[in-house]
């Protein structure tokens, strides 16, 4: 009980510090207009034929795409980079709560500002589509314009008739909302393991990294690759989805019943124990972590 | 359950510290006692603060142990209980003012109320209601601050790893008269300094650290 107030009192004491932290206002900037550029295209529709909008709809036609959701936690790689403090404040910090508190201070940390950079997203999205909008359980006008209309607006939206056919918005918006958090929860764990593990330097570059295969391992670089015919996609599908950390968020990269590919509760366990493991990797080395601090005055 | 009375303060059991191929700390082995101000010199590099991190819990050595009125580091508990330290320049928020720093502090070691901060504070000559941030402290404030930092729990040990570093001469006085004071009241204190002269005079005991090595206990330096 006293290490959960201990660590309770860890992240409190590094949410602080961000208070005075340029990159973390710089990082909510970046989101809101980031936000407001990925979900233009649906809200431009939605305005040019005078549609109505479901009011998570704007969210989950954009976090649907991998694209975007790659882009968002760039975003928050930004502030989560800060962490864990190991410099000379933190570690005074770490000397009264002890290294089991505070790396739990430090996953609480992560926790929070993940958690509150994903509703972030969703109130801007939302706020972006004020005025036209509403909040039954039913997709709007505009959804059923993007997914039955003949030919697409754009081959590249996120928005398709499997979506509009097999689900409604409120459990489209749960797991879309889950997917995007357990993604960025991911990058977050290899941050701090990796920052505990090895350095900072580390920590940063691999969550790159898996930002990176995102980038790289794409059904169309599976086709390239693998000289598929365009009557493989399927297979390239495949590969991309069971394969790419970021394709598991992906939301229509997903199993709906009747093909091979990952199924939502497949992926969700496999970012959410990956993140899991890699925290328990972290809490055990703590114990042996040497605090490499050499004083001076802390960077906010 | 260990005599509060008869064990040591430290005692520190063929540490060895290394970094890569660089050995910092050779096999040190020593015991000081409690209620005693005991000193460690050493040129920049000898490996005192090495040593003391080795002791507070911050590193865990190569080799051997380090134990905190009975308890083993790393084995029985993660850092020094029962301890004040203050290593290298103090590390604090630099937005912040002296108060709000060491209210953050004293809520993590379950301090209630402003009290203790502010007496703490105030002990080492600086004001606590001082506004400005401590980004904007001088060395000398710095290093007091440090120095409350490191008396908030009230600990039986303090740590203290060139304690007069930025420190005018009336800021050495004030600190030695401090430390004195400290071990009136039964408390243990463990300094390092590279300058002899700081703390020969205040010392019961005082150690000299060269390349990883310690010497045998002595009580005066001759410069």
């Known amino acids: 009980m006293c290490d959960l107030r201990k660590a309770w009192l860890c992240a409190e004491w590094n949410l602080y510090t961000l208070r005075k932290n340029p990159r973390f206002y710089l990082a909510l900037v970046i989101g809101c207009l980031l936000c407001w550029m990925l979900t233009d295209r649906t809200l431009a529709i939605s305005r040019d034929f005078h549609t109505d909008l479901q009011v998570f709809e704007a969210f989950i036609w954009c976090f649907a795409d991998g694209d975007s959701i790659l882009y968002a936690s760039l975003v928050l790689m930004l502030v989560l980079s800060a962490f864990p403090r190991l410099d000379a404040a933190g570690s005074y910090v770490s000397f009264r709560a002890g290294r089991r508190a505070w790396l739990l201070g430090q996953v609480l940390t992560v926790l929070v500002i993940t958690l509150g950079y994903c509703l972030l997203l969703l109130i801007c999205s939302m706020l972006l589509g004020a005025g036209r909008v509403h909040a039954r359980n039913i997709w709007s006008d505009t959804a059923t314009l993007l997914s039955f209309s003949p030919g697409g607006f754009d081959p590249a939206f996120a928005v398709t008739r499997k979506m509009v056919k097999l689900t409604l918005p409120y459990p489209a918006l749960a797991q879309i909302f889950v997917l995007l958090f357990l993604f960025m929860l991911l990058l977050s764990s290899v941050q701090l393991a990796f920052t505990v593990l090895k350095s900072r330097q580390t920590g940063t570059a691999l969550a790159l990294l898996i930002c990176l295969t995102g980038f790289i391992l794409t059904p169309e670089r599976f086709m390239q690759w693998l000289h598929l015919p365009l009557e493989f996609t399927f297979y390239a599908n495949l590969l991309a989805a069971w394969l790419s950390p970021l394709q598991h968020a992906t939301y229509m990269m997903h199993n709906f019943g009747y093909d091979l590919l990952p199924r939502l509760s497949t992926s969700m366990l496999l970012l959410g124990g990956a993140s899991v493991a890699l925290l328990a990797l972290s809490a055990l080395h703590m114990r042996h972590y040497n605090y490499v601090f050499s004083g001076g005055i802390a960077h906010d | ?223």
Not at chain 2, 31 to 46: D, L, M, P, Y
Not at chain 2, 50 to 65: A, N
Not at chain 2, 180 to 191: E, I
């Open chain 2, 1 to 223: 359950m260990t005599d509060r009375n008869t064990t040591p303060a430290i005692q520190v059991e063929g540490i060895r510290m290394r970094f890569g191929a660089d050995t910092v700390i050779k096999d040190i082995t020593c015991t000081w006692e409690a209620g005693k101000i005991h000193g460690i010199v050493g040129r920049n590099g000898s490996g005192k603060t090495v040593l003391m991190k080795c002791i507070c819990g911050f590193l865990r050595p190569t080799r051997g142990q380090a134990r905190v009125f009975g308890r083993t580091i790393g084995k029985d508990v993660d850092f020094a209980p029962d301890t004040g330290m203050l290593i290298e320049a103090p590390g604090f928020l630099p937005h912040e003012t002296g108060m709000s720093n060491l209210l953050w502090l004293a809520r993590l070691s379950g301090l209630k109320g402003r009290e203790r901060v502010r007496a703490c504070i105030e002990m080492v000559g600086l004001d606590p209601n001082l506004k400005k941030g401590v980004g904007k402290y001088s060395m000398g404030m710095r290093q007091r601050l440090g120095i409350a930092q490191a008396l908030l729990d009230d600990p039986r040990l303090l740590i203290l790893d060139e304690p007069t570093n930025g420190l005018d001469k009336q800021g050495v006085r004030d600190m030695h008269a401090l430390l004195m004071c400290l071990k009136a009241q039964g408390k243990t204190v463990l300094l390092a300094s590279h300058n002899p002269l700081d703390i020969s005079g205040l010392c019961d005991s005082v150690r000299e650290m060269d390349g990883g090595v310690m010497s045998a206990a002595y009580k005066d330096i001759t410069i």
